[in-house]
């Protein structure tokens, strides 16, 4: 999971702020409950949301530029020795940092879910082809829902997948 600037141009008035409490919320506790690695990139300080804040104080937070991590030696190896095979992105801006890091995971051979209901676009009309392009390289949209049902499903954890659906009840 790579949340990146998530809290970019995010204001108390933003209006997809409330819209995410709700994603924010499952996903802390399904990362817990599945202990999942994490790392912050950027500007990551949410505000308003009490969950989103405890969910960036747990996760490893590197500072370093949004479009370099790729060259970042703690990043890669943070996934190296979690032996990653998927990675999640969150965050702002769609069509900037989180498509670059996108396409630069495809490179390296990652499988690559965006969660379209953690991430905002700088320009809204921009999101659907973003996601277009992002799409020809297998990069596919999901939600924080269908995220942790699909983790619960391949684990194939009877309690694991009861726990899950009572959290997204």
Same mark, same amino acid.
């Given at each position: 999971?790579?949340?990146?600037?998530?809290?970019?141009? @995010?204001?108390?008035?933003?209006?997809?702020?409330?819209?995410?409490?709700?994603?924010?919320?499952?996903?802390?506790?399904?990362? @817990?409950?599945?202990?999942?690695?994490? $790392?912050?990139?950027?500007?990551?300080?949410?505000? @308003?949301?009490?969950?989103? #804040?405890?969910?960036?104080?747990?996760?490893?937070?590197?500072?370093?530029?949004?479009? /370099?991590?790729?060259?970042?030696?703690?990043? $890669?190896?943070?996934?190296?020795?979690?032996?990653?095979?998927?990675?999640?992105?969150?965050?702002?801006?769609?069509?900037? @940092?989180?498509?670059? %890091?996108?396409? #630069?995971?495809?490179?390296?051979?990652?499988?690559?879910?965006?969660? /379209?209901?953690?991430?905002?676009?700088?320009?809204? %009309?921009?999101?659907?082809?973003?996601?277009?392009?992002?799409?020809?390289?297998?990069?596919?949209?999901? $939600?924080?829902? #269908?995220?942790?049902?699909?983790?619960?499903?391949?684990?194939?954890?009877?309690?694991?997948?009861?726990?899950?659906?009572?959290?997204?009840?």
């Amino acid at each position: 999971m790579v949340l990146i600037n998530l809290s970019r141009g @995010e204001t108390h008035t933003s209006a997809g702020l409330a819209a995410r409490h709700s994603s924010f919320s499952l996903l802390q506790r399904g990362l @817990e409950m599945f202990a999942v690695a994490s $790392t912050v990139i950027g500007e990551c300080q949410p505000v @308003e949301i009490d969950a989103c #804040q405890e969910l960036v104080h747990s996760m490893m937070q590197l500072d370093v530029d949004a479009l /370099s991590i790729w060259r970042d030696r703690r990043f $890669t190896d943070s996934l190296a020795s979690a032996k990653t095979g998927i990675i999640f992105y969150g965050g702002s801006w769609l069509e900037e @940092e989180i498509f670059i %890091a996108a396409l #630069q995971a495809t490179e390296r051979g990652y499988d690559v879910r965006l969660l /379209s209901d953690l991430i905002a676009p700088r320009v809204d %009309a921009d999101r659907s082809l973003v996601l277009d392009r992002l799409a020809l390289h297998g990069v596919l949209p999901t $939600t924080v829902r #269908q995220m942790l049902l699909e983790w619960a499903v391949c684990l194939d954890d009877a309690l694991l997948k009861q726990k899950v659906q009572q959290l997204l009840a």
